[in-house]
């Protein structure tokens, strides 16, 4: 189904002293929803996850750590900080 969207109306209903939705069986198969969600606001509206699904992969770790544009620059040092003998291990 890529590149299609479907459409379903959901209601807002009283959850106790909050307001909520209830989402399809078939959806939260589908998706594998547990007992966790994420959810992402966005410019178009919210978009839900699994909160097992927030790991990254390596290369979009790299990715977003280029983005951010970290420094790194003392991470050399302390590399080199002479504690990399095993005089601490057991």
Known sequence: MPGTQRVK?????QIGNSKGIRLPKSLID?????????VEE???????KNKKDDK???????????????????????INDGLEGDEFED
């Open 42 to 48: 966005t410019e178009n509206g919210i978009f839900l």
């Open 56 to 78: 990254m992969s390596w290369e979009e770790t790299f990715k977003e750590m280029k983005a951010e544009k970290e420094d790194w620059s003392d991470f050399d040092d302390s």
């Open 9 to 13: 109306e959901l209601k807002i209903v």
């Open 30 to 38: 589908k998706y594998g929803f547990e007992d966790l969600l994420q």
